[in-house]
């Protein structure tokens, strides 16, 4: 079965999605920043040449800013049009004109930005064969163990066991905020850490410094494994690096999408927590799911992005790539975090997603998602802390614990 893993691992695509909004406005030129609002939320901004600032999503939505956009480059109209699938709503922007016989076409813009090769968001990564297993736990099967009907980290007894929504900007490093959202998520509910005690782990340390620069990216001597904006592998390598290098705090090493920010990011220089173990779910095992959500926090997943993915504004979402071929070699494009479950009367099961493409794509940043939908069951993980008393925790954490 490994050898069938190995060649599976040869011809597809790593998980490197970009931010899509970031994407849009960077491909018509104007820039792109990310800002927070009063809890601290990240929202993608672009910058329009009027100096207008505008929620990335609502632009590339066709919300606003219509004549700054695509369809206006194209010379036509702007349309923002809401559509209603089977328990969840999509919102895409559509260019409009007027053909030869007076009859109105519509076309979805980014459909026609695609197809005119001015947008592309999929970046590509070459899978590496090396395999890091070294403290990877196989997870038992809990199929037969009952759960309750929810389950929310966002709001446990009153309580937040992880932080404000994140932006990876114009970068493929979503493997590194998801790999931080599981990190923060095991470290705070080891800990008993909510709200504004909630731990800040740096993803530009994982990225740049581990990746880019480290160990495990595609220098000299580098594993290859993951590699800065240019995505990661199916190994979940940047795991077995918390585990080992551990990973830094946020105030260390802030978050920024641009890789020259990090051209001689030394992994040796930081104060780092290290986790326990990180372990692997049973492909489509949703009651392992639930198992590890309820006794490690927050955890780290992949989804395999659609059209309707990225324009996904609420209610549950559901598509037909729900089957895990290849286990958790099953091909996806983006790694996400999920934060608790849910049920509903017509879809079931359903998992509380949180995304790294800030608080203005989805319910807030978030999605409800179905419970096979998107493949999001195919390769779960999770870490694990040390005990509070034998945690390998370095002085910055604990003066950060104690303020």
Known sequence: ???????????????????????????????????????????????????????????????????????????????????????????????????????????????????????????????????????????????????????????????????????????????????????????????????????????????????????????????GNFDGCDGADYDYAELEALTIEGVTLEENLPYSDDPNDFLDCDYTAF???????????PSNDVNGIQHVLSTYGVIDAAVYVTDDFEAYTGGIFSDSAVSCDYGAYTTTNHAIALVGWGTDETHGLYWILRNSWGSGWGEDGYMRIAAHASRVSCAATYLESFPKATSPVNPSVLTYLLN
Request: hydrophobic share 35%.
């Open 1 to 223: 079965m490994k050898a069938i893993f190995l060649f599976f691992c040869l011809v597809v695509l790593g998980v490197a999605y970009e931010n899509p909004a970031a994407a849009y406005c960077n491909a018509l030129g104007f820039d792109f920043e990310i800002s927070k609002d009063s809890v601290g939320n990240e929202i993608d901004e672009c910058i329009l040449p009027d100096a207008t600032r505008l929620d990335a999503w609502k632009f590339m939505r066709g919300e606003a800013g219509e004549e700054y956009s695509y369809c206006s480059k194209m010379n036509m109209q702007t349309k923002s049009i809401t559509r209603t699938h089977d328990g969840y709503k999509t919102q895409v922007a559509v260019c409009e004109s007027i053909n030869k016989k007076g009859v109105l076409e519509q076309t979805d813009m980014l459909e026609l930005m695609r197809n005119n090769g001015d947008l592309v968001i999929k970046s590509k990564k070459k899978l590496s064969t090396e395999y890091l297993p070294v403290t990877q736990k196989t997870l038992k099967n809990y199929s037969k163990k009952s759960y309750p009907a929810s389950l929310d980290w966002r709001n446990y007894n009153g309580k937040s066991y992880i932080g404000p929504v994140r932006s990876q900007g114009m970068c493929g490093s979503c493997y590194a905020f998801g790999a931080v959202a599981a990190a923060e998520g095991s470290y705070n509910l080891a800990y008993g850490l909510s709200d504004s005690k909630n731990i800040d782990f740096s993803e530009a340390y994982i990225a740049f410094c581990l990746g880019s620069n480290g160990p495990y990216g595609d220098g000299i001597g580098g594993s």
């Open 271 to 281: 104060e780092t927590t290290i986790f326990k173990q990180w372990g692997r779910v």
